[in-house]
């Protein structure tokens, strides 16, 4: 342990417990304490020896020793108090009045001790204050001013010394204020090497936390205009910190939240805190050139200063400054946008619930009445004396009624086998033409009944493809079904069959009622009816074109539905001749997932018909089929 140790810490020992946690001021009170502290005790020391040379010692010696001991006493004044300017204050009034007690005896203005005034203010330079340097400046002017004028009166006893023994008592003074202006000049530069050192080291920290930080931390205008970010941003957008001043930063905000930016900022700057989400554009990366990617970004902002109003010396006129910090929300929000898509597949699935028991509490119960009702009048024929020819009608009417609840089981069954992925395809080769041709035969009679022709178009040269002949079939008899279902008396219903490229194309139109649009995007859901479910003057489970979509996927074929309300609808479906099944995954889940949405933008046009049939082909890659509604 050095000496130099061993004082830091006696020093420290006696400083107020208020400039303990503060380096700055702790270095001034140190500097203020150590050289009193020494000069002191060195006086202490000399004192006896001086006696022991010099004699009895005057008025004038006695005082100079005195003030000699006097900075113990103002050391420990602010040992105790902590009050720094005080204490200057104080030593600016002693070290005047030991030069005006010198003065005094020795010559007045012309006195050695005269040139001491020049040290005063010198000293309270120290404290860092204006109020005490004026102080100190104005009590050595007043000083000299006084001894002045203490001179021309004549008040002053005169000096009992001769002119060489006050050359060499004049040359003592100066050289002894200059060494004494040299010790000040040395404190005052440690203290600004200290202030300097801990001011780059209070740097430093900030410096390291704006470049590890996250968060963007920047400094506005109240137009927004930034006079200062932290290297985050370049992290966050990908060009420099020098692009994003002025203007920089505003000019990546999208266009539709500048108004929600620029009002946050102004809230901010009346001495508001606000919290702001908007959207921000990032430099692409080489791979992504042309595109714009929006990035969204949570902004909390507040005044700079926000007593300012309430400081009488600030410059009420100056605009008001904000400081914000920005993060990275953007997987908050694609959170959020799963949540939402989360929120309207369980409400969606929850409508289809409530579709589902509307149409099977009808749909089960008219057969079920007719079964019931019909085989209890079979029950009492005694009673009610049926022949033969009603009980048939009868037994008949209860047939159909079972066969009726029969298919919507069936129906039921098959698209849970569909939705669940058991529903095997059993491909072979088989005659398209007489698959339909066959169907279209067991749906003419219910056309003749309902006055609605039927066209059946079926060239002979249609080839043999392979596929799953029974879902064929219920393809086109669902298809065939629901045109001769939603055509009124009069109308006509169009089939026909042809072969573009490697597929086969049916074709199924009516001049029927039609869908209306918003009904259109539905269509192909389980159990969705088009129309409202209670106003429907046609019966059914809403299952049908739901079983034709899935099997249409499971042929790897493509669906389309165009349709115009009051004017009928065009199905056209086409199927590869060759049925070619997908490889299983070796553990594929059937979980289904939600997929949050790009937060990819394009900024300033839009995209074209062909960019939007790319997208498309891209994603018929992922998924078996695409099923395309028009309007």
Request: hydrophobic content about 45%; overall charge negative.
């Amino acid at each position: 342990m050095t000496v130099l140790s061993i004082i830091r810490d006696c020093l420290d020992a006696l400083l107020h417990p208020s400039a303990r946690y503060d380096a700055l001021m702790r270095a001034r009170h140190r500097a203020f304490m150590a050289p009193r502290l020494l000069g002191s005790l060195a006086a202490f020391a000399a004192f006896p020896i001086y006696l022991a040379m010099r004699g009895a010692p005057s008025a004038v010696e006695v005082a100079a020793f005195a003030w000699l001991i006097a900075p113990i006493l103002l050391s420990w004044f602010l040992s105790r108090t902590g009050r720094y300017e005080g204490a200057h204050v104080l030593s600016s009034l002693a070290l005047a009045g030991l030069i005006m007690a010198v003065a005094g005896t020795t010559g007045g203005i012309e006195s050695f001790a005269a040139v001491w005034l020049v040290v005063v203010p010198l000293e309270a330079a120290l404290s860092a204050s204006r109020r005490v340097a004026a102080f100190a400046s104005l009590l050595a002017l007043s000083c000299a001013g006084l001894l002045i004028l203490l001179s021309q009166l004549d008040w002053l006893p005169p000096a009992d010394t001769s002119a060489a023994e006050r050359g060499v008592l004049m040359a003592c003074g100066v050289v002894s204020a200059t060494l004494y202006a040299a010790g000040l000049a040395f404190g005052a530069e440690s203290l600004a090497r200290t202030s300097v050192a801990l001011l780059s080291r209070e740097e430093e920290r900030y410096r390291l936390l704006a470049r590890n930080m996250s968060d963007v931390i920047s400094r506005h205008q109240r137009n927004g205009a930034v006079q200062f970010i932290s290297p985050a941003a370049e992290a966050m957008l990908g060009i420099s910190v020098a692009e994003l001043l002025g203007h920089g930063l505003f000019d990546r905000v999208h266009v539709a939240d500048r108004p929600a930016y620029l009002t946050a900022l102004s809230d901010a700057a009346r001495g508001e805190v606000r919290s702001v989400e908007f959207r921000l554009r990032r430099e692409p990366d080489g791979s992504e050139r042309g595109r714009a990617d929006f990035l969204w970004v949570e902004m909390r902002c507040r005044p700079l200063d926000q007593d300012m109003g309430q400081n009488p010396h600030s410059d009420a006129t100056r605009e008001a400054e904000v400081v914000a910090v920005m993060r990275d929300v953007t997987d908050h929000k694609l959170s959020e946008q799963a949540l939402e898509q989360a929120r309207s597949a369980a409400e969606a699935a929850d409508a289809a619930k409530t579709r589902f028991l509307a149409t099977m509490s009808h749909e089960l119960r008219t057969p079920l009445n007719a079964i019931i009702g019909f085989s209890e009048m079979i029950a009492q024929e005694q009673t009610l004396m049926l022949g033969a020819a009603q009980r048939r009608e009868y037994a008949q009417l209860i047939n159909d009624s079972g066969q009726h609840l029969l298919s919507v089981v069936n129906g039921i069954l098959d698209m849970s086998k569909m939705e669940s992925g058991n529903f095997e395809i059993a491909p072979e080769p088989f005659a398209p033409r007489a698959s339909l041709l066959h169907c279209c035969n067991l749906l003419a009679l219910k056309a003749r009944e309902n006055g609605i022709d039927l066209i059946t178009d079926a060239p002979h040269d249609l080839p043999v493809m392979t596929g799953d002949p029974r879902a064929f079939k219920q393809i086109v008899l669902n298809l065939v079904a629901n045109a001769i279902k939603f055509t009124e008396r009069g109308g006509q219903v169009s089939v026909s069959a042809a072969v573009t490229g490697s597929q086969l194309m049916l074709r199924i139109s009516d001049t029927g009622v039609g869908i209306a649009p918003d009904d259109l995007k539905h269509i192909g859901a389980p159990f969705f009816q088009a129309g409202r479910t209670y106003q429907r003057r046609h019966e059914g489970t809403g299952l049908g074109l739901s079983i034709v979509k899935s099997l249409v996927a499971l042929h790897l074929g493509e669906l389309t539905v165009q349709s115009k309300l009051g004017e009928g609808t065009a199905v056209t479906v086409r199927l590869p001749l060759v049925y070619t099944p997908l490889q299983a995954k070796p553990a594929e889940s059937k979980i289904a997932t939600l997929t949050p949405v790009l937060r990819q933008e394009l900024q300033g046009q839009e995209l074209q018909d062909e960019e939007l049939q790319d997208q498309a082909h891209d994603l018929s890659q992922d998924q078996p089929a695409l099923v395309k509604k028009s309007a």
